[in-house]
């Protein structure tokens, strides 16, 4: 365990390191900073780290960077309480109310916003809905025996069905079954709709709930959407990342496959955790060179979707935690004004 001497020389390292990304020796250190000690003293506590593993010296005659576990350090032991500043945080926030109520505009935002801040990769999910509820239901007459379905969940998605409808069809008694079904069935599920599908013997009023029923079973089979993955200019304009490209070409065939929402294993998080993982914490492979910050962010455990920026274990820490952490919470706020 480092001493406090120690813990402050390694705080002071790691912030130099991730501003310049080039080695820090012992006389930059003195040289940067009121640390009252000479630079032999320095030089025997860089040396302690080292011994801790916390630091390594990528060549003999070169200063020192901090290891995957001196990272871990730095985030756990050294940064307390961070935040973005209050103005920052009312640049975001402005952002946000000049675009629409707008589920898809709102991530593609958020997803922008974090790259263009951090220079790294932004991810952002939409909200994912394990158990999928009805908002509201309405049908559009189109011709007399066709219907259009609109059906709203909970979280904003819009879903739609064409219904070719059989039998005597009296359309003021559609629309009140409709009605009805809308004010009923909010919040509901569809295994609470099937059980009235079983009740039902009117053909039109069956083949609506049975549209219905589908729509709400596709929601809960398939992922809401596309993640929002911005910034791959940001990554490669790093120095770990910038010669030759080969580090980043993993992590790009990992997006194109559609494998990288995954790899985070947001679905193992608890609702508003927010978690670090660097370097060879990461269980695949391709992630190894990367340091990522991610939360989540929704209503419920059952109802999140995941925030999360991606860079190299260089990272800033003491920005993306905030930063992250600010944009689950604006887009928390968000999601309860579609409920």
């Given at each position: 365990?480092?001493t406090?001497?120690q813990?402050?020389i390694?705080?002071?390292?790691?912030?130099?390191?991730i501003?310049?990304a080039?080695?820090?020796?012992?006389?930059?250190?003195?040289y940067?900073n009121?640390?009252?000690?000479?630079?032999?003293?320095v030089?025997h506590?860089l040396?302690e780290?080292?011994?801790?593993g916390?630091?390594?010296?990528?060549?003999?005659?070169?200063?020192?960077?901090?290891?995957?576990?001196g990272?871990?350090?730095?985030?756990?032991?050294l940064?307390?309480?961070v935040d973005?500043?209050?103005?920052?945080k009312?640049?975001?926030?402005?952002q946000?109310?000049?675009v629409?109520?707008?589920?898809?505009?709102w991530i593609?935002?958020a997803?922008?916003?974090?790259?263009r801040?951090?220079?790294?990769l932004?991810?952002?999910?939409?909200?994912?809905?394990?158990?999928?509820r009805?908002?509201?239901?309405?049908i559009v007459k189109i011709?007399e025996?066709?219907?259009?379905?609109?059906?709203i969940?909970?979280g904003g998605?819009?879903?739609?069905?064409?219904i070719?409808?059989?039998g005597?069809?009296?359309w003021?008694?559609?629309?009140?079954?409709?009605?009805i079904?809308s004010?009923?069935?909010?919040g509901?599920?569809?295994?609470?709709?099937?059980?009235?599908?079983?009740g039902?013997?009117?053909?039109a009023?069956?083949q609506?709930?049975?549209?219905?029923i589908n729509?709400?079973?596709q929601?809960?089979e398939?992922?809401?959407?596309?993640?929002?993955v911005?910034g791959?200019?940001?990554?490669?304009?790093?120095?770990?990342?910038?010669v030759?490209?080969?580090?980043?070409h993993d992590?790009?065939?990992?997006?194109e496959?559609?494998?990288?929402?995954?790899?985070?294993h947001p679905?193992?998080?608890?609702?508003?955790?927010l978690r670090?993982?660097i370097?060879?914490?990461?269980?695949e492979?391709?992630?190894?060179?990367?340091?990522?910050?991610l939360?989540?962010?929704?209503?419920?455990s059952?109802?999140?979707g995941?925030?999360?920026?991606?860079?190299?274990?260089r990272?800033?820490y003491?920005?993306a935690?905030?930063?992250v952490r600010f944009?689950?919470?604006v887009?928390d706020?968000?999601?309860?004004?579609?409920?």
């Amino acid at each position: 365990m480092p001493t406090q001497r120690q813990a402050e020389i390694l705080r002071l390292l790691v912030d130099s390191y991730i501003d310049s990304a080039n080695p820090v020796s012992s006389g930059e250190l003195v040289y940067s900073n009121d640390l009252g000690v000479s630079s032999a003293t320095v030089r025997h506590e860089l040396a302690e780290l080292s011994e801790e593993g916390l630091l390594f010296r990528p060549h003999k005659s070169s200063g020192v960077v901090p290891t995957e576990q001196g990272y871990r350090y730095y985030v756990e032991s050294l940064l307390q309480n961070v935040d973005l500043p209050l103005n920052q945080k009312d640049m975001i926030r402005h952002q946000f109310h000049q675009v629409e109520l707008d589920e898809d505009r709102w991530i593609r935002l958020a997803a922008s916003i974090l790259s263009r801040s951090l220079e790294s990769l932004a991810v952002v999910t939409p909200v994912y809905h394990k158990d999928v509820r009805v908002k509201n239901v309405d049908i559009v007459k189109i011709s007399e025996y066709r219907a259009m379905l609109v059906q709203i969940l909970e979280g904003g998605r819009v879903q739609r069905a064409l219904i070719q409808l059989s039998g005597g069809i009296v359309w003021s008694n559609l629309k009140e079954f409709v009605d009805i079904l809308s004010t009923r069935y909010s919040g509901k599920t569809y295994s609470d709709i099937e059980i009235a599908y079983r009740g039902l013997s009117d053909p039109a009023q069956k083949q609506i709930l049975e549209s219905s029923i589908n729509l709400l079973k596709q929601a809960r089979e398939q992922y809401d959407g596309e993640p929002f993955v911005y910034g791959f200019t940001e990554v490669l304009n790093q120095p770990e990342f910038y010669v030759g490209g080969e580090l980043i070409h993993d992590l790009l065939e990992a997006v194109e496959k559609g494998m990288l929402v995954e790899a985070l294993h947001p679905i193992d998080m608890s609702f508003g955790e927010l978690r670090v993982v660097i370097g060879h914490e990461h269980s695949e492979t391709f992630l190894h060179p990367y340091g990522v910050v991610l939360t989540t962010y929704g209503n419920t455990s059952d109802s999140h979707g995941t925030v999360a920026v991606i860079g190299p274990t260089r990272m800033s820490y003491a920005n993306a935690i905030p930063s992250v952490r600010f944009m689950a919470d604006v887009l928390d706020e968000l999601t309860m004004e579609l409920l």
